[in-house]
């Protein structure tokens, strides 16, 4: 459902988007894994291997995202207040969405099939091919996660409002994974699969949820993201990704 507030549609219910599968290459699966081949190339049936992983990922990932808006009733030193009783606690979020009008809300994910295929192959003896498949699955959800961010910001171009970059709990810069409840509750997550186990990480593993602050007045963080806050220093294996992790 949308509504009219000071002439911009305010997505007040959650939204489903399907999203087609994202150009990822072999080279993008050794990134996803840290690895460095600069000085000295893989070997050929390592690269063979990769192919393979991630022309079989492809056939099994499912891009699925779901997001929504909430409205942002006020901060604390380092607490999101926000409708329906809820609560965001980080003190990055606050300094880059304290001000907003709006907070969207999103997770996505690829499925469970990636995971039952990688369990298989865990299971069979075969650590390599469950690797290389577990970073087709990284690479693909961080490059589907792009294609998703692209995707609202485009339903936000002419609104007036300016957006956020994304930030997520699990960071250096948020700890707590209880707010994972707060954002799956909101959206509802379940709608599309996802559930949390008792520690609030998310399931199916290769899954992703962030939120992004709305509004006219936002701070400006010019060219900077997340991992410029992370204590990580964008030395993770997904700061490669365009420093979307």
């Known amino acids: 459902m949308k509504k009219e507030e000071g002439g911009t549609k305010v997505v007040t219910e959650s939204v489903i988007w399907e999203l087609g599968l994202p150009d990822v290459t072999v080279e993008d699966l050794f990134q996803a894994q840290g690895a460095d081949y600069r000085k000295r190339p893989p070997r050929p049936a390592t690269v063979s291997l990769y192919r393979r992983m991630l022309a079989e990922a492809a056939l099994l990932a499912r891009p699925v995202i779901i997001w929504r808006e909430v409205g942002i009733l006020g901060a604390g030193e380092r607490e999101l207040f926000l409708e329906q009783g809820q609560k965001l606690t980080s003190s990055l979020l606050v300094a880059v969405a304290g001000k907003a009008e709006r907070l969207i809300i999103f ?26 498949l577990d970073a087709a699955g990284t690479a693909l959800i961080v490059k589907s996660s792009l294609t998703a961010l692209t995707k609202i910001k485009e339903h936000y171009r002419d609104t007036g409002l300016k957006i956020s970059f994304p930030m997520g709990p699990g960071h ?74």
């Open 172 to 245: 250096s810069y948020w700890s707590s994974l209880a707010d994972m409840q707060s954002i799956f509750q909101l959206l509802p997550a379940e709608k599309i699969g996802l559930s949390l186990t008792e520690s609030n990480l998310m399931l199916p593993r290769k899954s992703m949820a962030m939120v992004m602050g709305a509004g006219k007045n936002l701070p400006r963080f010019q060219d900077k993201t997340h991992c410029d806050f992370c204590s990580l220093n964008k030395k993770c294996q997904l700061s490669h990704f365009e420093q979307r992790c």
């Open 107 to 132: 997770a996505m994910t690829l499925g469970s099939a990636l995971d039952q295929r990688e369990h298989f192959y865990s299971q069979s003896g075969k650590t390599l091919e469950a690797y290389a």
